[in-house]
Every structure is written in structure tokens, then in C-alpha cells.
């Protein structure tokens, strides 16, 4: 009888298969740790009758409510959270334990009549945002960006109608769709009219830094540049005059505070018509169209990530300081006592002026505020400039 051998996988192959399980279990680890937030919270519960086991329980729970309380912070703007505390109150913080995934205890410490403890809690972000949503207390946060938008464009190979001084067929498009969409646009004579030449040829060559330059001068906090383009396909169809026109639109939009590139699009579009330029204009109207379907959905998903509290870096710069103690006080408030603050990172500190990198849940308007209101001992905080990445922030010391 002739013997059977199992044919054995070459181990490329083995190595491969399991290449592709571990990138799965990446996804899925990646998938869980967006929909999770982990936070840090402290409870704590009055000790009665020397009954510490009960003090732990409710220290614990009150522990979970301040948890869920932090993730709801970094959700709902502080303005709402206080003029609908009570809803929120009896609607999400009383139902705490629902929304924690799980935690662990970090630290127990008994005082004279108190217990406090220190969890680490993992906070379900979809359960929290589903029910924030369907109270009604998550729109008050949908804002969208001020848009400046500038595009070169070529029809036919002439440029007669189309330099950068005249608004084109994909500028008119892209700002009309903008406009459908609620976002806010700079008026683009306006800009035509103010901007040099030098700077917007820059601009659409892809050099993000004069975009962000132009954007902070008009008031914009995304700047989209690029170039539109029609030729005709090879002349005329057959047995007829009509000529087919193919076009191609290639936008970038730049975040004007950091220089920082939020997405970069192109897109196609194909129209027949007896005229060269009119058939071309319509080819890169369609063009245009499809390319902002897409884009737009890349900027409103970077803004809504500012918006709705997803972890991000903020540069926080503080100058006039005259004590590194003061310096110290500040770190400490972020670190211990603001909500939505996950780390403090300490770039430099050099003549009076620090510069922190926060990790922060929230709106970069809302450290401002905590900041501006903040009581320090022997100086205050005075805001000077506020971009969605950025906070300068001036000591002023106490008269």
C-alpha cells in the first residue's frame, strides 16, 4: 500500500498566512481603541460607622459618574454641559456603569471620615455619543470651517478666461457645493482683488505654507488650492460635430493654523458638446462635483475630530512667565485638574515663554476659557491668540 504524505505549505506561505492574521487582529485592536476612551477619575465617599467595605462601593461609583462625567466633557462644550447639567445629570451620569466598559482600581488612600480611589476606566465613546446625540446635545457642537478656495484652471489649451485673476468653472463649483454643505466661504473677488500675483502662483504650486499665510489673513481656516483642466478627447465624433471634452480637477485644502494638509483629491469628468470652452466647462463642472464629494467629507471628518473631542495636539505657549513655580501651577491644573487633558508634554522653557504640547479631548477654544478663568496665585492667564491647534497665552502678574 502506498504510503500518504501530507503536503507541507511552503513557509513563505505559513509566514504570510500569518502576516495576515496579525494585521487583522491589528484592525480589530485599532477598531476597539477608537470606540473606547480611557479615562482617569477619582471618587470619593465619607467612611461611616467605620464601615469601609460601603465607603469603597459608593467612592467607587462616584469614581465611574466622574469618569463618564469626563467623557461627556469631552463631547458636549462646557457651555451646554452647564445650561443642561441636570439633563445630563439624570439622563447619563445617573446610568454611569452602562457606559464603562471595564476598570481598575489604581489607588485606594483612607483619610480621617473619607475613602478615596483612583480608577482607570475604559468609556464606551459610541454608547456615549449615540445617547448625547438623541438628547439633542451633540448639534450645538456641528460647526464647520471658513473655507478660501482658489484654483487655476485651463479649457481647451487657452488661459484667456480661466488665470488666476477670473473665477472659473471649478472655483464656482467647489464654492457652490461648499456653500450647500454649511460650511462658510471667503468671497473670492475679494481675494482675487487683495492677493499678489507671487503669492497665488505659490499657492498653486502646492506651497502649503503661503496657503496657510492666505488663509490667516482672510479669516479662513482651510485653504483648498489646485488646478483644473479640459482637452478635447481626440476631435470630433463619429459622423457628427459634437466634440467629446475630458477633464481633470487636482485640489489639496491645508489647515491655515498649522500648514497642515487635511486632504488631497482628484477627479474626472467627460462631456460632448459642439463648442470647445463650453464643453469644457461642463466637463470640469462634473469634475468638480465628484472631486467635492469626497473632499469634503475629508474636511468635515478632520474638523468634526476637533469638534467632537477625539485626542489631538495642541501647542500651548505661555510667555511672560517670571517664576518657573508659575509654570509648575499651570502644569499642575492641566494635569490634575481640567477635563478632557490625557498628558502635558513639556517642549522648552527659555526667557520667560513655555511652550507644552497637550493631549487633549476637545476644542482648543475651551483651554482658553478654563485658562482665561483660572485663579492663579500671584498672576492670571491672558489668551492672545486661539487657532484650532494653537493657544498663546500671555502671564500677567497680580497688582
Known amino acids: 500500500m502506498a504510503m500518504q504524505h501530507q503536503r507541507r505549505q511552503p513557509p513563505f506561505r505559513r ?5 495576515c492574521c496579525l494585521l487583522g487582529l491589528l484592525a480589530v485592536l485599532a477598531d476597539r481603541a477608537a470606540a473606547q476612551e480611557l479615562v482617569m477619575a477619582e471618587g470619593v465617599a465619607a467612611i461611616i460607622n467605620g464601615n469601609l467595605a460601603a465607603a469603597r462601593d459608593k467612592a467607587i461609583d462616584d469614581a465611574l459618574r466622574k469618569a463618564v462625567e469626563q467623557a461627556v466633557g469631552t463631547l458636549v462644550s462646557s457651555d451646554t454641559l452647564t445650561e443642561r447639567y441636570r439633563l445630563v445629570h439624570d439622563k447619563v451620569l445617573t446610568r454611569a456603569t452602562g457606559y464603562v466598559q471595564r476598570y481598575e482600581i489604581v489607588a485606594e488612600r483612607p483619610e480621617p471620615q473619607l475613602l478615596r480611589v483612583t480608577i482607570r476606566a475604559e468609556v464606551s465613546r459610541a454608547n456615549l455619543t449615540n445617547d448625547l446625540q438623541a438628547l439633542g446635545l451633540l448639534h450645538t457642537l456641528v460647526e464647520k470651517p471658513k473655507v478660501m478656495v482658489i484654483i487655476d484652471e485651463k479649457v481647451g489649451g487657452m488661459y484667456g478666461t480661466t488665470a488666476y485673476e477670473v473665477v472659473g468653472q471649478a472655483e464656482i463649483t467647489l464654492n457652490e457645493q461648499l456653500l450647500a454643505a454649511g460650511f462658510n466661504v471667503v468671497d473670492p473677488q475679494t481675494v482675487r482683488t487683495n492677493i499678489s500675483r507671487d503669492q497665488a502662483l505659490r499657492m498653486l504650486e502646492g506651497d502649503d505654507r503661503a496657503a496657510a499665510a492666505a488663509g490667516l489673513k482672510y479669516g479662513a481656516q482651510v485653504v483648498i488650492t489646485g488646478k483644473a483642466f479640459a482637452k478635447n478627447a481626440g476631435g470630433k465624433m463619429y459622423n457628427s460635430n459634437l466634440q467629446s471634452l475630458q477633464a481633470t480637477v487636482q485640489a489639496r485644502a491645508v ?14 469628468g467627460r462631456k460632448a458638446n459642439i463648442d470647445e470652452l463650453q464643453g469644457g466647462a461642463l466637463a470640469i463642472r462634473q469634475a468638480t462635483e465628484n472631486l467635492a464629494r469626497t473632499m469634503l467629507t475629508d474636511i468635515a471628518a478632520n474638523w468634526q475630530g476637533e469638534v467632537y473631542g477625539r485626542q489631538k495636539e495642541i501647542t500651548l505657549m505661555i510667555s511672560g512667565l517670571v517664576s518657573y513655580r508659575h509654570l509648575a501651577a499651570i502644569k499642575t491644573f492641566l494635569e490634575k485638574e481640567m477635563q478632557g487633558v490625557r498628558a502635558v508634554h513639556q517642549r522648552s522653557f527659555t526667557a520667560g515663554t513655555a511652550e507644552l504640547m497637550l493631549d487633549y479631548g476637545g476644542k482648543s477654544s475651551h483651554i482658553a476659557d478654563e485658562l482665561a478663568n483660572r485663579k492663579f496665585t500671584g498672576f492670571r492667564l491672558e489668551p492672545t491668540n486661539v487657532t484650532p491647534s494653537q493657544v498663546d497665552v500671555q502671564a500677567v502678574l497680580a497688582r
Not at 509566514?15 to 502576516?19: D, I, K, N, Q, R
Not at 489647515?255 to 474626472?268: E, T
Open 255 to 268: 489647515r491655515s493654523d498649522d500648514g497642515k494638509v487635511i486632504s488631497a483629491r482628484s477627479a474626472q
Open 15 to 19: 509566514l504570510l498566512g500569518l502576516l
